[in-house]
């Protein structure tokens, strides 16, 4: 007896993601009020957010519910028979599915729902209700304008297991962080030829660690921060703004109500050929994650958002047995490849024997 | 018998630093071939630099000496006569004075250098070289292309007293921050109308905090950051990116091979009117230094270059009695005004009872 | 007999313009909804409006009226005392004056109004009414938000005697465009230490050329110009935006609802000290009004707001009798000092013997 | 009988363009050391560049010859057999066809080169020499960085034929330019999931329209205006810097020292679904072309380079005999849709019976 394994579903791109917010007025607040998304439609239990070069109906869906989670993570597909793809994918993996031919949200059709091996619940769809592009819409534009849903970014035990999982349903590694003993701290995958529509990032899973939109120009994030210093919400940053190294992206995250962390990122790079050179980056390297080299906040080693099952449960963490980025990286003394491995002579004269400039007490 | 008090001179701005370098070739390679300051001219003791739109000879002289070190921080006055003044103003303080007709360093004539009340080595002068001012020369811009001089910072116990003194000498206080029982932590002062020509930051001095150059915008002092990424120099960022509260301006603090801080700058405000109103902030306001809230690191507090008196030694250090910015405001759990005035009702759900973000370990 | 000249007065800097508009609802949403502008205050006659970094009353006021025009340029000077320094000028020169001590419009306190020997309606203030300076306020910003009134631009035939006269009252010429003959086309002046608080431009006059606002960074003009665009509004577009030859700074020209010209404008450098070299341009260099060579549109030499005598009345115009500058570089040919000068070996080859590029039919 | 049409190649996106010039040491100053491109290698015949972020060999090819033109258009193809397909896709059209196994440039491997339906050299290729990716290499940026090849552009007198074929080709269209009975002025095209690849503008033909490269920000494009007028080299400067309506991107178009045309160009946006929506614009909205309303200079429209057929020979003209967008567009009085629809009662009061703001003598 033979057994073919199922083509994987054409993946045209991350494409929205349903977000349980505990105080809906609140989450509206901050995504509409100060992020400036737009809303497509809403009502006293969901809001439909999306944003300005967007031409499908959201890219976020906010509902209320009893505690903070995310309900799924949704890719659009190039056809409507690769929704049945990726409902057989799944199935000859075992997992969960469960086909909407209404769709499960408003505003998209005919969709299939997935606990996908690694715990996350993700979503396949190709009918869309088209709404404005909003793009030439100036007279709507903030300074902090979010004009794409760039990527999310998922937290889970075991990198490698993910991205053979993700390698076999179309997605390519981009670039990861590794270290000299072959460990992998976090991955890079994209479908759209950028450097990710996801990244599966090593700690305790399934959870989600961030959705990101991107805007234009730099000065656009830097906006942003102004307007939450302005609003006396600045606590909501968590970190940044700054220029990663994986990516060569200009960055900035953000915290929302319930602790949800979104990113915000402008210009990386066209990653579309088959070829494309993958990057890794040594876990060493203290510009990895900041190019300028300021430590990363623990809390964002740290946090992350639960996710759901199709019934609506929490799904209960794994937790990570392979090494820890932050352990590894923020230690005693804190930081830095180039002094570790380069020794002190490569230090500025003024700083030899001392902690890096940026460290915290 | 009656005594008059001498007329204060006319100063105009801040013209110039001289700075003692341990290693000029090190220092070259930082402020020109990094920061990328046009070399007026040069030999084997002393570089002359200046900033693209400046058209008086210099703005920093480095020169090399065995112990790093500032050796004056330099104002332009109004006519030559107002050097005279400036020469009686300190006399009748008994303060000393050297005045050299042929100026003390290349391309500035007669000038009067005088050892101030608060310890530091000042300079007054009006005649000077003239050399090209290069705004229009765009060829020769960098994509972080430092154009102007903005201020200098200094270090001093006791600022009510330094700015009683700096007050007599013609600056306006524009902003400070304070605390609720009168304690002042900083004032920043001006003559031309910007926030400042020099700022009093106290801390035991006297010494130099930093030397601030202008960009025209802010995502010239992202690419000064992203350069020294790409030239594994990030240690050299000592702080920011960021946007201050106090003078509103866009910042960066770096550190040169000596660890001279100097500080990137764009984007404060017009002062020039006399009823310019001053901003109060409070010294438990977390904003207030940085307006995203990004906590300061510890070494921008308490790291600041020793300067020299007239004979060129190193002048001796008095402590700061009153209280400290720094303990004020980064104890055990860190931060923030709000918090503590308003209570945990006004923080994110998700944060109560926890570390502000971006808490370091 | 002896007469003694009158001190001119400390002028601090340009304050505000009035200007009367012929249907103040159309000019409200020019000013307010379109630039964003920020009202102090208004009532069916008359609106005041103030940039973002503003802290006096208002920068225009735009009073409703049967034909457009300007009601007066405003100074604000440094003394009160200086307010009766300038009714003296203007009454030693045989002015017209009109002093109010409770001021000419609201916010504004003791102030005098003088018919100036050019024909244009000045004003001279101490007293303001405070207002809260937005600076912070990040909030309220909109991508083109304009912080500070930069200058104004005034139409004269005569541009050496108008010069003569403003250096009198305490202006410096820190720019001007002439020809070989030594006829002077324009020229820019300041009190504060930008490139100008007014200038002087060629031609019949006396008219108001254009008001000038500036932004923190290009990328806010621009901003302005897709908004426009977006409300299908691009006529009020006239010319740029482009970078000026003189000033070095980015600008552009918008036409309000009555076709008073607004600039908005930003980065040009500090001129200061009282030796800052005047930068002389050729009439015949195409780069002296845009740096880029973009040929200025005809409307922008012979359009400009005609000016209001104290009664109320339109001041007659005197003729230009110099040479014209757009007669001087828009002819048969249209452009380009370096072409007639140098010859057609300077130009591309793929041009030779063509007009310049950018030369419409 | 029955016929197959071969299959399509998977093409990934334009990949170089081979350019020939008449003097090699001027073409080299303006690409190198004006635009910044950077040199992968060179000889006394032949300089190879490439934009900061690709990993290809080269996105340009200059070659000096006897005549300035367009020796080919070069896409990269997904797979070694795509090169295959392409060759088939071609012979079945009648096109001549040559195949090089080691390529036709260094860098290049096995290729096939095309006389393609329209007149144009095309080439298709997968194997590649791969180069560093200098994205990080920040020390290298100049203020207006090219980062990335974007799109051609190439005149055709025929827009709906050329539309067809390249459809067939797996060429989708983003934008259009049409009119009220259907004629097509302009189309635009891509593979990679921005506005184009490359667009086929209506015109005589085969000419190279230009090619287009993307830098990161506005900036960085007013960036190269200003050190163009620095150099005494804005005759360069042929449109803009201006906003598109179509492809809503930021562009500025230049002119090489043979006449060759070069657009900098940033920010279209992510078309890459198959339901994309097409925008379809008026050619008599004058904001088609240019968002602010700023009149398309008629050069753009009359001037293009000359294309090579694979022996080296200036490809024979076709001219257009469908509608002129220049003559539909720029005609006596010059503009506008507005106008002319909507009467001018739609027009600002102060231009009501007067030519557009920015109409040229």
Same mark, same amino acid.
């Given at each position: 007896?033979?057994?073919t ?8 791109r ?10 809906l ?14 809303v497509?439609?809403?009502n ?5 957010l ?7 109906h959201? &890219?976020? !869906?906010?509902?209320?519910? =009893?505690? /903070? ?8 597909v @190039?056809?409507? $028979? +690769? ?69 999310? &970014?998922? !937290?889970?035990?075991?990198? =490698?297991? /993910? ?7 179309g997605? @390519?590694?981009? $670039? +990861?962080?590794?270290d ?15 450097v ?44 940044g703004?700054?220029?990663h190294?994986?990516?060569n ?17 402008t210009q990386?790079?066209y ?23 300021t430590?990363?906040v ?20 794994v ?39 940026g460290?915290?007490?």
């Amino acid at each position: 007896m033979t057994t073919t394994t199922p083509t994987a579903p054409d993946i045209l791109r991350c494409a929205y993601m349903e977000i349980i917010v505990t105080d809906l007025a609140k989450s509206r607040e901050f995504y509409v009020d100060v992020l400036g998304l737009v809303v497509t439609e809403e009502n006293d239990k969901e809001i439909y957010l999306r944003s300005l070069e967007e031409f499908i109906h959201h &890219n976020i !869906v906010l509902r209320e519910g =009893p505690e /903070a989670a995310v309900g799924v993570f949704s890719y659009r597909v @190039r056809t409507p $028979e +690769d929704v049945d793809r990726a409902e057989e994918f799944y199935k000859a993996r075992g997992c969960r599915t469960e086909r909407r031919k209404e769709g499960f949200v408003k505003g998209i059709g005919d969709s299939v729902r997935v606990e996908d091996p690694l715990g996350f619940p993700y979503e396949f769809f190709y009918e869309v209700e088209h709404v404005e592009r909003l793009a030439w819409r100036y007279e709507l534009y903030t300074p902090g304008a979010l004009v794409r849903l760039d990527h999310f &970014n998922q !937290v889970t035990p075991d990198v =490698p297991t /993910a991205c053979a999982y993700m390698e076999d349903l179309g997605f @390519r590694i981009t $670039e +990861d962080i590794q270290d000299e003993e072959g460990t992998i701290y976090a991955a890079w995958m994209r479908r759209k030829p950028t450097v990710h529509d996801t990244a599966m990032t090593g700690g305790d899973g399934p959870r989600m660690h961030h959705i990101a939109f991107a805007t234009h120009e730099k000065h656009n994030i830097l906006a942003i921060c102004d307007k939450l210093g302005a609003l006396r919400l600045s606590d909501h940053i968590e970190r940044g703004p700054g220029r990663h190294g994986v990516s060569n992206a200009f960055y900035l995250y953000l915290r929302d109500p319930d602790g949800h962390r979104v990113e915000i990122y402008t210009q990386d790079y066209y990653t579309g050929d088959p070829d494309n050179p993958a990057v890794h980056w040594d876990v060493h390297d203290n510009q990895r994650r900041d190019w300028w080299g300021t430590p990363v906040v623990p809390s964002w080693y740290t946090d992350a958002s639960r996710v759901l099952d199709l019934d609506g449960n929490i799904v209960p963490l794994v937790s990570r047995t392979d090494a820890s980025e932050m352990e590894e990286t923020i230690g005693a003394d804190g930081f830095s490849y180039t002094r570790r491995e380069e020794g002190e002579d490569s230090m500025p004269r003024w700083k030899q024997g001392e902690y890096k400039l940026g460290h915290q007490m």
